[in-house]
């Protein structure tokens, strides 16, 4: 999953980043609102963290302008602008949740997960796809109930895959969801995590359609 923080304050920009990314989301952080626009408008994203008082604007107009041109991407706005009308403007405007500051990261995390959730129409906090069963929450993983070790990488390919079965993901696409800008893209490194993965999902089969992308198929 990739994450764009839009957060002007450096030391909360790079607590976030660490714990994130430590988390398993691939991060991109930007410092204000023309940073913002210009990720926004450059890359695909699976949920935003927005602050409001930024130094060049104000982050409700980004959030006008990114549901002016119907991008459905989920906004969580985390500012220390806690009336009452501005959590209702950023609502009003777009924003699916709210969280003032100061705020525990463990909470931050769970309403990430939840407007993932929400975003991909699941009820339940698991992905579940043939005998698999992926909790983001805990990061665990099984397969017919037996428990499977998978690393960071392996964990976000896998999710990657589960929340679109069916669909061909590019080796491209799957790289956004797990690199964010500071971090180096290994030579190859999709397919390794995908090698590793096969080695331990066994029958639950990741095939490999030449030259577009990988597809998890569904077990006859």
Partial sequence: MRLLLIEDD?????????ALRQSGYAVDAVCDARGGEASLTGHAYDLVLLDLGLPDGSGLDILKKLRARRDQVPVLVITAQDTL???VTGLDLGADDYMI???ALEELEARIRVLLR???GRASPLVVWNDMELDPATHSFSVGGAPIVLS?????????LMEKPGAVLSRQALEEKIYGWNEEVE??????????????????????????????????
């Fill in 118 to 120: 929400r975003r991909e």
């Fill in 187 to 220: 030579s190859n490194a999709v397919e390794y995590h995908i090698s590793q993965l096969r080695k331990k999902i066994g029958g639950n089969g990741i095939r490999n359609i030449r030259g577009v992308g990988y597809v998890l198929e569904k077990k006859a």
């Fill in 152 to 160: 960071a990488r392996e964990f976000a390919v896998l999710y990657a």
């Fill in 10 to 18: 450096p030391m909360i920009a790079e607590e976030l980043c660490v």
């Fill in 101 to 103: 500051k100061p705020f």
């Fill in 85 to 87: 009308k501005d959590v």
